[in-house]
């Protein structure tokens, strides 16, 4: 795809890696308009391309909200060509610390809201010359891992939606690229879960590495992308030897569940 040809609907355009996204695709030349409840964040940016970037306030899990997005893409950018998923939730926490209110609206976000929105703008992307769904997942969408049991079920969830979304729109032009980041430097991860993964030497991404790789990955014309060496070995050993993951990383078990249990975990509410 020609980035400076994309009329881009981009979710989660407050967030670290949305906005990354967003100042890579705007200083392609992308017409962009950033979906996110909050504008603060996006402002300075605003600002710098009055032009090419339009922000539109919308509230993922809600259908006006959603109809509205699909009404300022006609409108502020002219149609669509292009619609990244990018909004997310996460919580570090086990299982049980969570409320079924935590669990449905992280469920509401990460899978409910992309699906609909996605089915919501087809219409406008099947006009299109060539057209993308990007779906932001991440490595705990192939590796399930203590600590983000549901958020794991959401990713599982979008990575499934993609493949099945891709295969069926096999007959038009429309391409579904999957993309999967490891542990990024944002505000997405509670003290607690920047702990675990200092605890066990994770790499952590900066967003803009993200973005970059999100970018290259549309302008090629993908169907996915997965970041980390160390972790797209892990992908392909638990899909392989899944026994042998979950030996490793019951070793963890006891860490995961100190980090998350500790009082300051402030990962329960976003
Ligand atoms: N950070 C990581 O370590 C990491 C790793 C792998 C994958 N990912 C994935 O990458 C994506 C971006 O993550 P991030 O780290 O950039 O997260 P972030 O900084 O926490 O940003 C989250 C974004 O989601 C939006 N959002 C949340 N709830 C929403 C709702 N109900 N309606 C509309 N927008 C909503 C937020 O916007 P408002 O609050 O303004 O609405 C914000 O723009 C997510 O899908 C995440 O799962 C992140």
Redesign the pocket.
Known sequence: MQLHDARVVL????????MAITDALCAAGSRVLA????QQALAPMLERYPDTLCWVA????SLSDRRKVLAAAAEAIGGVNLLIN?????HFAMLEQLDDGDIDAMLA??IS?PICLTKLLLPLLKQADSAMVVN?????GSIGYAGYASYCAS?FALRGFSEALRRELADTRVNVLYVA????R????SAAAQALNDALKASVDD?QAVASAVIHAIAGDRRDLYLGWPERFFVRLNNLLPHLVDRGLRKQLPLIRRLSEKPDNESLK?
Do not use: E
Request: glycine share 16%; aromatic share 2%.
């Open positions: 979710t989660g355009a407050s967030g670290g890696i949305g979906v996110a409840r909050h919308a509230d993922l899990t990018a909004a997310g939730v996460n976000v990460n809201a932001v997942g991440s490595t705990y990713k980041p490891r542990a990024t944002t505000s997405m991860n967003p976003p």
